[in-house]
């Protein structure tokens, strides 16, 4: 399996990172591709991918509830990064209205000219929506093309959302809250082609059941394994094998 979507460098994984890392490759986790937040965990992240070369692959691009005053210095970061070394895609990027609304304009600046830069490498996105997908999609409508693709991270919106951004070219990027009681996603999932989605775990955040409203790791990606096949009626092995495709389809395209 490969978990599309892990934070493994941050300060919730700073006492057993290693343990952590082992647990998860022990489940028959083989990759993890880790999302950029800001400048502040730039270093984190390389530090990771020392330690584990074969199996981190970093991303860069600035997180939407990072997106301040501050913004257009940080991308100068990210551009500069970009220019220097190979990532794996360009995320996360996106839109968040949850905690603060007051920078929209600047999260829609930043996401749309992230956009462009990931169309000039030839790179995946990964989107950042939480409660913005009007607004998320009114900039993807704006750079629609075979050149715009990725994974929409973390989907949690409707079966009309989902065709939506399958549309756009974006797979689906299934976690935790597919196992919980009222999330919503278990009761439409099997009406999305499997084709379209690929797993990820938003480790530290949103563990599945049993373990929701604790720290997520890696390792509980099968977890949600299990839970997607016991809504399509399929064997875990079956969905492990199509959506390890399906994230190499997105990462080395």
Same mark, same amino acid.
């Given at each position: 399996m490969i978990d599309t979507h892990t934070h493994l460098y941050t300060e919730a994984f700073d +006492?057993?990172? =290693?343990?952590?890392? #082992?647990?998860?490759l022990s489940q028959g986790i083989t990759d993890f591709y880790i999302p950029a937040i800001d400048s502040t965990y730039h270093q984190r992240m390389f530090d990771l991918e020392k330690a584990y070369p074969e199996t981190m692959?970093?991303?860069?691009?600035?997180?939407? +509830?990072?997106? =301040?005053?501050?913004? #257009?210095?940080?991308?100068d970061l990210v551009r500069s990064l970009l220019e220097k070394r190979a990532f794996a895609a360009i995320g996360e990027i996106g839109i968040d209205l949850f905690w603060d609304k007051s920078f929209l304009k600047q999260q829609q600046e930043a996401f749309s000219l992230q956009i462009t830069w990931a169309k000039s490498y030839g790179l995946p996105i990964v989107i950042h929506c939480r409660e913005a997908f009007d607004e998320v999609f009114e900039v993807l409508e704006n750079h629609k093309g075979e050149d715009l693709f990725?994974?929409?991270h973390c989907f949690t919106g409707t079966l009309e959302e989902a065709k939506r951004a399958i549309d756009l070219n974006f797979k689906l990027g299934i976690g935790g809250v597919v196992t919980f009681k009222n999330g919503g996603l278990d009761q439409f999932i099997n009406q999305i082609p499997l084709s379209e989605i690929v797993l990820e775990t938003d480790a530290p955040y949103l563990a599945p059941v049993p373990h929701r409203g604790k720290r997520n790791e890696s390792a509980y990606l099968s977890l949600i394994c299990a839970k997607i096949a016991a809504c399509y009626g399929l064997s875990v092995a079956e969905i492990s094998q199509q959506t390890t495709q399906n994230a190499k389809a997105v990462f080395n395209r």
């Open positions: +006492t057993d990172r =290693d343990r952590v890392i #082992e647990n998860a692959h970093l991303m860069m691009g600035l997180h939407p +509830t990072h997106v =301040d005053s501050n913004f #257009e210095k940080e991308l990725g994974i929409f």
